[in-house]
């Protein structure tokens, strides 16, 4: 597989990384946890830990839509990881955010990306991984 990389071209690199990156943590998840998040609901999680969004401000940050979002949160709150509440001085808004059992979740989540990128940094080391996330996060000036 690594060998067809090479053939790639950037834009399609970052995506196959991407998707390698998300399988293995899905796959480590799944195989240390009988709860089962999916990418998109790890997305919604990572917008409400430590905050209190409304479900349309979520909604846009994702680019998921309305009413998918709306699905996730349902299934996030049914598995106990968020609550959802009403917005202060907004009858339509609503806010999210994470229950105990949410926060306890995405802190395991956080542990799994934070040994993924050690195992990343072993093998390419450490000042060539600062590059490569400083040139992903540098502006691309591409909107």
Do not use: C
Request: charged content about 30%.
């Amino acid at each position: 597989m690594m060998s067809d990389l090479f053939h790639l071209d950037v834009i399609d690199l970052i995506s196959e990384r991407h998707l390698m990156l998300r399988g293995k943590i899905e796959e480590y998840w799944n195989d240390n946890s009988e709860l089962r998040v999916s990418n998109s609901e790890w997305f919604i999680l990572a917008k409400v830990y430590k905050k209190s969004p409304t479900i349309a401000s979520i909604s846009k940050s994702v680019d998921i839509t309305r009413q998918a979002t709306h699905k996730l949160v349902k299934g996030l709150e049914s598995k106990g990881l968020v609550e959802v509440q009403q917005a202060e001085g907004n009858k339509k808004e609503k806010t999210l955010s994470l229950t105990e059992l949410g926060i306890e979740n995405y802190e395991r989540y956080l542990s799994i990306k934070e040994n993924l990128m050690n195992q990343i940094i072993a093998t390419i080391g450490e000042e060539k991984f600062t590059i490569l996330k400083d040139i992903l996060a540098s502006d691309w000036k591409i909107e």
